[in-house]
T-cell receptor, first 111, second 115 residues
Framework: KQEVTQIPAALSVPEGENLVLNCSFTDSAIYNLQWFRQDPGKGLTSLLLIQSSQREQTSGRLNASLDKSSGRSTLYIAASQPGDSATYLCAVHTNAGKSTFGDGTTLTVKP | EAGVAQSPRYKIIEKRQSVAFWCNPI?????LYWYQQILGQGPKLLIQ????????DSQLPKDRFSAERLKGVDSTLKIQPAKLEDSAVYLC?????????????FGQGTRLTVV
């Protein structure tokens, strides 16, 4: 059974810092991995999708890496802003479309 | 492109009552998912549809939960009777691919409180 763990559960940083969120998974037989952002009371917004054959994906200040063999992914946020405050979730997907989510990291960026 | 629509946004019911949630996926998306998200946890898949057929309902508590997808488009999720532990946000998501997997798009969710 696939298990996804996100560390830390919560993180507070001052504005402008670069930071890394971690995601680990137990079964490396994944199709792809997706990072989401969730604001309080809202649904999930997709940030980055990495196929199993890829090593990283970039979008603006966000960079996600994937090391399938070690069961790890990281989300790097550069020059953090108060608007980045949210919960960040990672999900791993099988080729049958089955998804397993982590419990998320709640990020607070202080002005 | 319109997003995934869900209603209602909020619902408060007493235990043992029944409740239904509605989801309208993005037009043309073949795959539809219902997730349960308990406060402080990640979403847990309840059921996955491919067009109007069920692909995975292994984690759906079938003694009280049911779901259908009408004509491969809209979907409803029902709980009858509700328990206190059903209090959660119910998220609907859709994805365009038939087989395989691509990016999933999520609705705003329905927050259910059972008292």
């Amino acid at each position: 059974k696939q298990e996804v763990t996100q560390i830390p559960a919560a993180l507070s940083v001052p504005e402008g810092e670069n930071l890394v969120l971690n995601c680990s998974f137990t079964d490396s037989a994944i199709y792809n991995l997706q990072w989401f952002r969730q604001d309080p009371g809202k649904g999930l917004t997709s940030l980055l999708l990495i196929q199993s054959s890829q090593r990283e994906q970039t979008s603006g200040r966000l960079n996600a890496s994937l090391d399938k063999s070690s069961g790890r992914s990281t989300l790097y946020i550069a020059a953090s802003q108060p608007g980045d405050s949210a919960t960040y979730l990672c999900a791993v997907h099988t080729n049958a479309g089955k998804s397993t989510f982590g419990d998320g990291t709640t990020l607070t960026v202080k002005p | 492109e319109a997003g995934v629509a869900q209603s209602p946004r909020y619902k408060i019911i007493e235990k043992r009552q029944s409740v239904a949630f509605w989801c309208n996926p993005i037009s043309g998306h073949a795959t539809l998912y219902w997730y349960q998200q308990i406060l402080g946890q990640g979403p847990k898949l309840l059921i996955q549809f491919q067009n109007n057929g069920v692909v995975d309902d292994s984690q759906l508590p079938k003694d009280r939960f049911s779901a259908e997808r009408l004509k491969g488009v809209d979907s409803t999720l029902k709980i009858q009777p509700a328990k206190l532990e059903d209090s959660a946000v119910y998220l609907c998501a859709s994805s365009p691919m038939v087989g395989g997997r691509t990016e999933a798009f999520f609705g705003q969710g329905t927050r259910l409180t059972v008292v």
